[in-house]
């Protein structure tokens, strides 16, 4: 296939189409009268900070999703044709070389929302859950909202990579009324793929102690050329106590479509969790999960060439102009974690401050619960005309400092 099928480099206005991006960052990234004005007026900031892309959608999703149109009833819909479950499975054998039992899949309307339901059935109100951070914030945000209290295991930095403290997690796990973990797989916003060493010690860690592993396995497709990813569940095919969160959302840019992949083998726990979910899915929702596990393949491989060449591109430009940074190009996701700590005081809010010198939005380390002063995050899913424009302006920033 010519390295040009799809067209990444294409520039997609979203103003006028609701996108949070675009709309949504004010009350996300700052309160919602924060005064930002500074270098750029708002209108012209550049988006690098939510994680969704700026690439159009696979057309082999679109054109599935206008053919499920053409049947002009869009009423209650449920995943009820066994041929999507099929297709899920068959991506995750011939991608991981793994096979779950399709009795356990069901769905959410997206893995947050699977998150803070399954905290709340899993964890009582004087228990804890366990996780590493830096961390999506919505780990926390999820035990907040259950009321159980968090217990953050601190990643350990070693010249840009990072690594779990084993001994810590050991130590927090054993406590009797840690009964939970929720992990990330690959790690978001570090973006570590953990090897199958690591992933077989922290697994058995948690289940030796007595305690149930939500992984949340969003990222796992977005890998660079050489990576191969595993799943959690995979290690320990005779555990019931390991919940796999997937999603088509971050792979194929379809976040807005509401729709994951929640494997959870314990029947106890798959029975409470389908009691209390409603499961109505939107119509276009199933068709294009569909689509994109069964002929989303040849869009995928060119999305990453793509973005190895981004990452590539952005490790020149860190490495020429503010070589004090710390950055090395991740194994998946899109996202840059870079230490930029060497310029700036800490606890500064790198959010606020490249919003208003930049007229870049980015997520500053104050956004990922802890252990994260002195990074920004950097959503490299963009065309390279973009990033290009964004770079020059975060390093034009941090010069002028």
Known sequence: MSSNTYQFNQVLERKGTNAMSVEGYRGYLFDTDEDLSGNYPEEDFIKMWVADMEFAIAPEIINAMKERLEHPLLGYSMVADPSYALSFLQWCIDRYKWRFNIEHLVHAKGVIPALYDLIGYICKADEKVLIVTPSYAFFKHGTDYNEVELVCSDLIEEKGRFRMDMDDIKKKASDEKCVLAVFCNPHNPTGRLWSQKELLEF???????????????????????????????????????????????????????????????????????????????????????????????????????????????????????LPHTKFIIPDTTYLAWVNVSYYFADNENLTLYFARNAGVLLEGGNMFVANADGYIRLNLACPRVILEEGLRRVIKAVLEK
């Open 203 to 321: 697994g058995q860690v948690c289940l030796e102690n007595g305690l149930t592993i939500i992984s949340d396995e969003i990222h796992c497709d977005v890998l660079r050329k050489d990576k191969i990813f595993t799943p959690l569940a995979s290690l320990f095919p005779n555990s019931d106590k390991i919940i796999t969160c997937m999603a088509p959302s971050k792979t194929f840019n379809l976040a807005g479509n509401l729709f994951a992949n929640i494997i959870i083998p314990n029947d106890e726990l798959r029975t409470k969790y389908n009691e209390n979910y409603v499961p109505v899915e939107n119509p276009l929702s199933i068709v294009a999960a569909k689509a994109a596990y069964s002929e989303g393949h040849a869009w995928l491989i060119e999305l990453t060439d793509y973005l190895d060449d981004n990452f590539k591109y952005l490790k020149e430009q860190l490495d020429e102009h």
